[in-house]
C-alpha cells in the first residue's frame, strides 16, 4: 500500500472503475493508471492519480458579484483584468501580436455593448465570480464572443443542467520565442497554477507540430480550473497556433465547458451526447466528437468556428505567404468545447476534497469531481485538427 495519499487514492479508484466498467483494464507496472483501448485497437493510459496542489482564493468574486447590467460587466472585466497580470504586460509578451489583436478584442467588447441584454451580463457574471481571475477574464471573453458558449450557459436551466467551466485553451506563439514556457512562468508566478506532479503529464509534443503545457488549480469553493497552454513548434512556420496567437493575441482559442445533472443526492455526468442534442437544438452546428472508448471518463467535441470574416486583406496575404490553407483556418477565430467527464461517487468525492483539505457537500454544484482530472493527448490532436476545418 502507497504510502502517498494521492497514490493510493488513485489506485483505490482505478480498482473501483475496472470492476464496473468491462471495457477499462488495469496498466499492469502502475496501479493509478487504467487503460482503454480504441475501435482501431490503439491503447490509451489515464492516469488518475490527483495532482497536489493547495486550494486557492476564488479572486473573480471580488469583481464579479452584484453584477445588473451589461455596462457594470464591462467594468468589472476591465478591472479584473488591469489589476492582474496578464500576457501582454510584458514586452515579450506583446513582441510578435499584431496591433489586429487589439482591434479585434475591441470589437467583441463594442458588440456587448450594443447586443448583449442584462440578464445575459448577471448570468455571465454569476458564472465567471465562481473562478479565479485569470480565467475568469479568458471566460468572459469567450461568453462575449461565441454564440455556443453563451447560448449553452442559457439553455443548461431548462435541462436541469450546471453548466461547469473545465479549461481554456490559450495559443501562444511558437517555441522558438519560448511563448508558451513565458506564459506558463507567468501563470505559475502570478496566478498560483501548477503542473502535475508527473512529466508525462506536464507537456505534450504532438507529431503535427505543436505542443502544450497544461497547468491546474483548485479553489477553495473546490472548483478545478485547468489551462491548456499551446503553441507552434519552432520549425513549423505553417502550424496555426502562432498565426492565430499574432491575429488573436491571447484571447482562448477555446473554452471547455461541461453539464452535471444532480439526482438523489449524487452528482451525474450529462453525456457528450445530450449536450450536443441540445445546443443543435438551439442552432449550433457540431463537429466530430472523440473519446468514446473511454468509457465515458473524457469524451469531447467542437462546435462550428466563430468565423471572422473581418481580418484586413493585406495581413491575410502575409499569413498566407506561409501556407495557402492559412488564409481560411486563419478565420477560425474562437470555437467551444463540449466536454463529458465521468463522475466520482460521493464517497470518492469525499476522499478527493480531503486531500486537499475540503469539505465535500453534495448539494454544492461546484463540487464536481471528474474521475479523470486530465488530458489525452490523442483527443486534443484530435480537437485542433477538426479546428481548422474550413467551413
Known amino acids: 500500500m502507497s504510502s502517498d495519499p494521492h497514490a493510493q487514492f488513485a489506485e483505490n479508484l482505478a480498482n473501483y472503475l475496472v470492476g464496473l466498467e468491462p471495457s477499462l483494464k488495469l496498466n499492469t507496472e502502475n496501479s493509478n493508471i487504467i487503460q482503454a483501448t480504441s475501435e482501431k485497437s490503439a ?28 455596462s457594470e460587466l464591462l467594468l468589472a472585466y476591465q478591472a479584473a483584468k488591469s489589476r492582474s497580470i496578464f500576457e501582454v504586460d510584458s514586452v515579450a509578451g506583446r513582441a510578435n501580436v499584431l496591433p489586429y489583436a487589439d482591434e479585434f478584442l475591441k470589437r467583441i467588447l463594442d458588440k456587448a455593448r450594443v447586443d448583449l441584454t442584462n440578464s445575459q451580463a448577471r448570468l455571465i457574471a454569476d458564472w465567471v465570480k465562481q473562478l479565479d481571475v485569470y480565467a475568469a477574464v479568458k471566460a468572459v471573453e469567450s461568453l462575449l464572443y461565441s454564440t455556443a458558449d453563451l447560448t449553452l450557459l442559457e439553455i443548461a436551466p431548462d435541462y436541469g443542467w450546471t453548466v461547469h467551466f473545465d479549461h481554456v485553451a490559450i495559443r501562444c506563439g511558437t517555441q522558438a520565442q519560448q511563448d508558451a514556457e513565458r506564459v506558463v512562468g507567468l501563470l505559475k508566478k502570478y496566478h498560483g497554477y501548477v503542473s502535475t506532479q508527473f512529466s508525462h503529464e506536464a507537456y505534450y509534443q504532438f507529431p503535427d507540430g505543436w505542443n502544450a503545457y497544461p497547468l491546474y488549480k483548485i479553489l477553495n469553493n473546490g472548483q478545478v480550473l485547468r489551462i491548456f497552454v499551446d503553441q507552434s513548434d519552432a520549425d513549423q512556420s505553417a502550424q496555426i497556433i502562432q498565426h492565430w496567437n499574432r491575429v488573436y493575441g491571447y484571447t482562448a482559442h477555446h473554452m471547455a465547458i461541461r453539464a452535471t445533472t444532480f439526482k438523489d443526492g449524487v452528482r451525474y455526468a450529462v453525456p457528450l451526447d445530450e449536450v450536443m442534442t441540445a445546443l443543435e437544438k438551439a442552432g449550433i452546428n457540431i463537429l466530430t466528437p472523440t473519446g468514446h472508448y473511454t468509457a465515458g471518463l473524457l469524451l469531447q467535441v467542437f462546435t462550428q468556428p466563430e468565423i471572422n470574416a473581418s481580418i ?47 469539505t465535500y457537500d453534495s448539494n454544492e454544484p461546484l463540487h464536481s469531481t471528474p474521475i479523470y482530472q486530465y488530458f489525452l493527448p490523442a483527443q486534443a490532436a484530435h480537437v485542433i485538427k477538426t479546428s481548422q476545418q474550413v467551413v
Not at 491503447?43 to 451589461?70: H, K, Q, R
Open 43 to 70: 491503447v490509451f493510459s489515464l492516469d488518475l492519480t490527483p495532482f497536489i496542489a493547495e486550494p486557492a482564493e476564488v479572486t473573480a468574486m471580488d469583481y464579479f458579484s452584484g453584477i445588473n447590467s451589461v
Open 312 to 358: 484586413p486583406e493585406p495581413l491575410k496575404q502575409e499569413i498566407m505567404s506561409h501556407g495557402a490553407q492559412l488564409g481560411k483556418t486563419i478565420e477560425n477565430a474562437k470555437l467551444l468545447e463540449l466536454v463529458s467527464r465521468k463522475e466520482m461517487t460521493p464517497e470518492f468525492a469525499a476522499q478527493f476534497f480531503k486531500l486537499y483539505g475540503l
